[in-house]
């Protein structure tokens, strides 16, 4: 609620008026009080309002409520859980041999895929059998070939026939305005090794353990 009091103050007359506006309880109070009335001083209108406080909330309004809720979680000690080892994956044989294809000579081992020059008449998933070893070597023994490994055999399955990167080829002839750039894509071929069999029966070069 607000309140506002004007005082006029004079050096002749004492008496005093006071004007009383009286409202609802919820309405501002305002009261007039003259006093002295004659010689208007500029040090004697005093304007003053005050607000009253604010009704403090009630303790049930201002706390929150609690709400206790019991977790319908089993208890974690009761629950016990086995976890099973994964199965053991056979391990690969160690072997690997050396493979003559075309003109190149490669390094192949069993589960992994090299790249090689196109092989003509050959589609994708389509078996192969490259008999063409010069090598093989285990963990304990080596089969050197003369020139070939008898019997020996590499086999692989076709995955992919593809084309290598760019190569650039600039040709150029100088005081005569010649500038040539082709780009050229070796065509190749993808194939993953499947099994090096045969050479068991070769004589072999055992390796002191």
Partial sequence: MASATLAFFSSSFTPTATLSLKHKSSAPKTTLSFSNFGFLSPHSLTLSSRRSPSPLPKSSESEPSVIEVESSE?????????????????????IFAVVMIGSRQYIVFPGRYIYTQRLKGADVNDKIILNRVLLVGTKTSTYIGKPVVPNAAVHAVVEEQGLNPKVMVFKYKKKKNYRRNIGHRQPNTRIRITGITGYQDSPAVTLDS
Avoid: I, Y
Avoid at 74 to 94: D, F, W, Y
């Fill in 74 to 94: 089993p208890n974690s000690e009761a629950l016990q859980v086995v976890e099973e080892p994964p199965p053991e994956l056979p391990k690969r044989e160690e």
